[in-house]
C-alpha cells in the first residue's frame, strides 16, 4: 500500500525558532529515517520543498491562467517536503508518521488512491 507522508512548516521560521543544534539533529534523523525506509524496501521517494516565499499559486479565472506569488496561508500550514511510502498496511505508515511526529510541526497521511473506474 502506497501512502505520502506530508510535513508542513517553513524552513526560514523553523531556524528563527529553532537552536542550530535542534535543525542537525532534525537532519541526522531524516537521513537516519530515509536510510532505514530503504533498507526495508518501504521507500519510494522523499523531497524537501523550497520555502513558501518562491511558490506560485497557478489557478484559472475566466478562461485565463492566472499566476500570482503565493501561497498565502500561514507558514505552519505550507507544505515543506513529503515521503511516499511503500508499506503493508495503514498502521505501519501510521507508525512511521508517528516517528516523524517528533520533529514536524504537521503531518498530513494520505493513501495514494486508483483512478476511478469510468
Known amino acids: 500500500m502506497k501512502y505520502m507522508l506530508m510535513m508542513f512548516g517553513d524552513a526560514t521560521d523553523m531556524m528563527e525558532v529553532r537552536s542550530k543544534e535542534w535543525v542537525r539533529d532534525m537532519i541526522a534523523f531524516m537521513q537516519e529515517f530515509n536510510a532505514r525506509l530503504m533498507a526495508a524496501g ?3 521517494d522523499a523531497q524537501g520543498l523550497d520555502v513558501p516565499a518562491t511558490a506560485k499559486t497557478v489557478s484559472l479565472a475566466d478562461g485565463q491562467v492566472v499566476v500570482s506569488d503565493g501561497p498565502f496561508a500561514e507558514s505552519k500550514e505550507a ?6 511510502l511503500d508499506v503493508k498496511d495503514e498502521a505501519r505508515a501510521i507508525e512511521l508518521a508517528g516517528e516523524v511526529a517528533v520533529w514536524a510541526q504537521r503531518l498530513e497521511l494520505r493513501k495514494i488512491g486508483e483512478a476511478p473506474e469510468i
Open 42 to 44: 518501504e521507500f519510494v
Open 79 to 84: 507544505l515543506a517536503g513529503y515521503w511516499l
